[in-house]
């Protein structure tokens, strides 16, 4: 099928593109990012926009900028831009086992990752990560700019925090200590597919104990969310296999799933323990 | 809104500078399909999932169906029309992929070739393996992708320089 008809504005400046967001938030206006998730959806009708305001023209917003603690990825920088040479250590390291599992070559090189937050999606390998690093989304409008938790923009199946008038500029993400460990699976029919069900479980050891342990999971609850019970029981516990399956079972068994069925906790459970088992 | 919006662009397609008054909701796909004739990019599910209208954008690899005309202003598009090094010799790709008899039908093969074009310049030296993921997304509904995956390895060994 073909799109319906609608309005396009191409903006040169951040403050155009917030201005003919305000002054169309009524017509339903949206704006284009990558356009890997808005232009099929517009294809099937289930999105009909009024008016479309692609970001691809603004400068700078293709930046990502790095320092010593954290990362900061603007509105159109391509998933193919944030593999493993990304940054050094275990954030890059991170990175780059996550990038891949994302669609396929020809996607990453035009789908961007602040769009996959706007669009959070429950399989979005990227809201799995910022909300397992606790990062910050800078949202702007013609009102100012505000910075948001991940764990409050990302509000429930397809739905965050962002108003009509209002569109992410850009992610910020605190990066990892040096040594830490960080592990990811998941699991999908093909590669390249959506999750069915994946984790990431990163943590560091200070005198044979683990500190900071983070697990999160995404795929199959409606949001990608932390573990906290899993969390509770690796922390200032000495690493070893028993723990680590103990780990997964808490975080399977008070995973809130989309739906019950043992499949899909059993999945989890697995998950969470190959990224625990693989973290490195 | 009473008229469907209508931009004029120019797209610089396999070298060439091209004019059209578009839509702006058309494709890139469709454009160059109906507006310049260049039918060798095929379109298959039209929402990113078969990869078969798969273009090369600046050389990278990219889903002309997921792209909007409008969008391709000032851009380098390469469709398979414009792979060939010459009209009498065809891209080194495009020879392995006769050789080992990599298409049927041949509805997948454009999209698969320039696909492997950007994972060809990124990946010299590919495994196997990699080249089953890269083309994970290209779906091939005759061959059983193995005659495309011994093309794609012997084409990796001609593109590469020799030492
Ligand atoms: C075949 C296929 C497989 C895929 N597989 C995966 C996968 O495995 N994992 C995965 O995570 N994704 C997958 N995707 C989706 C892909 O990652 C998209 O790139 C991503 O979801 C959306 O990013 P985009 O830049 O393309 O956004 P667009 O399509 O441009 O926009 C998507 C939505 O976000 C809004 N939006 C975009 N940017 C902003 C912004 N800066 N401010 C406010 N709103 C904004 C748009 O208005 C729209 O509602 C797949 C896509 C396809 C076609
Ligand atoms: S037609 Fe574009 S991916 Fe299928
Ligand atoms: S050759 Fe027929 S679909 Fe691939």
Known sequence: MKSSSFEYHAPKTLDDAVALLARHAEEEARVLAGGQTMVPAMAMRLARPGHLIDINAIPGLDQISLTDHAMRIGACVRHAALGATAA?????????????HIAHLPIRTRGTFCGSLANADAASEWCLLMVALDGRIEARSTAGTRMIDAEDFLLGYMTTALAPEEMIV???????????????????????????????????????????????????????????????????ATPDPALFQEAARQAATHAPLVEEDPYLRSLTE??????????? | ????????????????????????????????????????????????????????????????????????EGHAITTIEGLAPSPSELHPLQQA????????????????????????????????????????????????????VAATLEAAAMLRPQP
Not at chain 1, 196 to 207: E, K, L, R
Not at chain 2, 32 to 42: A, P, Q, V, W
């Open chain 1, 88 to 100: 050094p250590g275990p954030f890059g390291r991170l990175l780059g086992l996550l990038q891949h």
């Open chain 1, 170 to 236: 850009a992610a910020h993400l605190p990066t990892l200590p040096p040594g830490t460990r960080v592990g990811f699976h998941e699991f999908a029919r093909r590669a390249g597919d959506f999750a069915q069900s994946m984790a990431i479980a990163t943590y560091a050891v200070a005198q044979g104990r683990i500190t900071a342990p983070r697990i999160a999971i995404g795929g199959v609850v409606s949001r990608a969310r932390r573990c906290p019970e899993a969390e509770a029981l690796l922390h200032g």
């Open chain 2, 97 to 148: 992929f006769c050789r080992h008899h990599a298409l049927q039908c041949g509805f997948c093969t454009p999209g698969l070739l320039t696909t492997l074009v950007e994972f060809l310049h990124d990946v010299p030296n590919p495994s196997e393996a990699e080249i089953r993921e890269a083309i994970s997304g290209n779906l091939c509904r005759c061959t059983g992708y193995d005659t495309i």
């Open chain 1, 270 to 280: 697995t998950s969470v323990l190959r990224a625990l088992t693989g973290a490195a």
């Open chain 2, 1 to 72: 809104m009473t008229e469907p919006q209508t931009r004029h662009i120019t797209l610089r397609v396999n070298g060439q500078a091209r004019e059209i008054t578009t839509p702006v909701r058309k494709t890139l796909a469709d454009a160059l399909r109906t507006d310049l004739g260049l039918t060798g990019t095929h379109l298959g599910c039209e929402t990113g999932l078969c990869g078969a209208c798969t273009i090369l954008v600046d050389g990278r690899a990219m889903r002309a169906c997921l792209m909007l005309a409008v969008q391709a």
